[in-house]
């Protein structure tokens, strides 16, 4: 574990056991903390969950893991070998893309591989894909120390100074811009703009530093873990129950006590009370100033994307599907403007399929398919029943473009995902997945600090807070929360 010793007694309540929660409460409790986890679901792993029905499971969030060392470091630091409890296994190719003229692409997972794919379509865009490629590197490197580690204003040695030695204006300029102007080839370019929406974000909107993530997904590949992304969540509650975490499923918290100058923890929905050293916050950060009592803003404002998720369950796998499929939409920039400006679910939504081949996950032969778009995550928009219905709709369609032309016929059963689902089930305002998006700079480099500025004894951790959403950055930042918690204690 990293940071100081602490002495046994110090108690921490860690309101909402999702993945980060789940991982800052086995951090505390390997430094001797007792640590409970209250969340008001009736599962654990928030986002990072699983529904099951007529003997299909799927998972409801993440379907795509990367940078999975962050993933093993976590069972490092509890002494723990990853092996022993998952199997990760890597993808390749990727994934598959399918756009509105019919043409597929797939990339593969070797970095050359990709290339030698890119070279034979597009010649003129290797020097742009190793131009961009080398950015995203150079932003990773400099993040690995600096941003990965603590919030910009709270390190030493500001990072800013390090970020000086960055090309400026590209990392710092529009996504979408650097990339049309590194790549010119238009199956390409869709490519490259789908990559901010890992981080509920357009790619006309966020800047150019955001372009860590495609370099991520090449330079570290992209993993499944077997029996479903849940697992993860599955062995982190076998090494918390086996290590003494208290966890409270159904224990919704409704405030986080405190005087003004410090928390002293939290009271349950039920009238229960909690008392702590420390009260980490792992729900939405738009959800945090309801909890303390402190004013809220009237609209929900800069939200992240949310999900339109359908769950479905086929008797036959259909033939051909690649693990990862992305059936893109005629007119990309539109589903943005529906999304961000008209704040509505598009006309024409870009389909994300995941088609697992683990015959753990459907009857035998069957295929548990998990399909998703995006959607508004600001809770403009109504999810009645016609909307659903609408946006169901819309999706098959999309799909129908693509050859998949029976699928609704085919499904056994479908089940609805959508915003207003995510934002009841997780307490998420809007339904947005990862918090504020990364539109400027500023929201996506300073994102909300892992420890309050206003009142002692307060963290957070998860993907409203620094250094952001999915999988690997929400490992990061139990990471640095627990640091800051044992540094902070280790002081008094
Ligand atoms: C459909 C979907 C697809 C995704 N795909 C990917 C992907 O492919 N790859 C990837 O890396 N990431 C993906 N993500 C994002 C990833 O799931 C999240 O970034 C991550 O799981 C968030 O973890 P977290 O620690 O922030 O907690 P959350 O998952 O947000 O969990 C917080 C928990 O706190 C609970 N809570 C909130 N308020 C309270 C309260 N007052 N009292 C008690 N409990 C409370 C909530 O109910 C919830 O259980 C996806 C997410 C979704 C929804």
Known sequence: ???PEVSPGMRAVIVGGGLGGLAVALRLRAAGWETVVCDNGPAFGGKMNRWEAAGYRFDTGPTLLTMPEVLRRLYDDLDERLEEHLELEELDPHAEYVYPDGFRLLVPARWEAWRETVGRLAPGDVAGLDALHRLGERIFRLSEDTFFRNHPLAARVPPLGALRHLPLRHAWGSYARTVERFIKNEYLRRIFLRYPTYVGSSPYLCPAMLLVIPYLEHAFGAWYVKGGMYRIIESLLTLARARGVELLAGAEAVRIDHDGRRTGGVRLRDGRRIDADAVIFNG?????????????????????LSGFVLLVGLRERPAGLSHHTVVFSADYRAEFDALFGERRFPDDPT??????????LAPPGGQALFLMANAPGDGAQRWDRSAVAEARRRVFERLRSAGLDDLERRAELCEVWHPARFAERYLAPGGAIYGDNSHGWRRAF?????????????????????PGGGVPMVLLSARITAGLVLGDAGRR
């Open 351 to 360: 389909v994300y399929v995941n088609a697992p081949r683990d015959a753990t």
């Open 284 to 304: 939405d950060g738009a959800a945090l100033a309801g909890l303390l009592g402190f004013p809220e803003p009237a609209r929900l404002v800069s939200r992240s």
């Open 1 to 3: 574990m990293e940071g």
């Open 446 to 466: 300073l994102r909300p600090p892992n420890r309050s500025r206003r009142l002692a004894g307060l963290y957070c951790v998860g993907g409203s807070f620094h």
